[in-house]
């Protein structure tokens, strides 16, 4: 089993920053990918991005590409998700996720508790 645990959200004006942070523990060795999803009130969880646990391989949703950025501290078993020009749209509750290896990583089988993103206009 791995567990998440997310920290970092909270209510921002529109253009501001936020950065957000997820630990994992327990059987972290498992893990291939962590990332982060979205869900907004009335819409289904989108993926917004991903990073792989080695190598240099990342996806980001096209909505967050050149404003958003991923990244991982592998020693405290972290990713990060520093958000910059925040929109109204980007609004959700945001989660953190990883994917064992065997499972998909667009598809991932652990969750963090939710951390609420609310941008003012």
């Known amino acids: 089993q791995v567990q998440l645990v997310e920290s970092g959200g909270g209510l921002v004006q529109a253009g501001g920053s936020l950065r957000l942070s997820c630990a994992a523990s327990g059987r972290t060795s498992s893990m291939y990918t962590m990332g982060w999803f979205r869900q907004a009130p009335g819409k289904e969880r989108e993926l917004v991005a991903t990073i792989w646990w080695s190598g240099g391989r990342i996806y980001y949703a096209d909505s967050v590409k050149g404003r958003f950025t991923i990244s991982r501290d592998n020693a405290k078993n972290t990713v990060y998700l520093q958000m910059n020009s925040l929109k109204p749209e980007d609004t959700a509750v945001y989660y953190c996720?990883?994917?064992?290896?065997?499972?998909?990583?667009?598809?991932?089988?652990?969750w963090g508790q939710g951390t609420q993103v609310t941008v003012s206009s």
């Open positions: 996720s990883a994917a064992e290896r065997g499972s998909s990583w667009s598809n991932p089988g652990y």
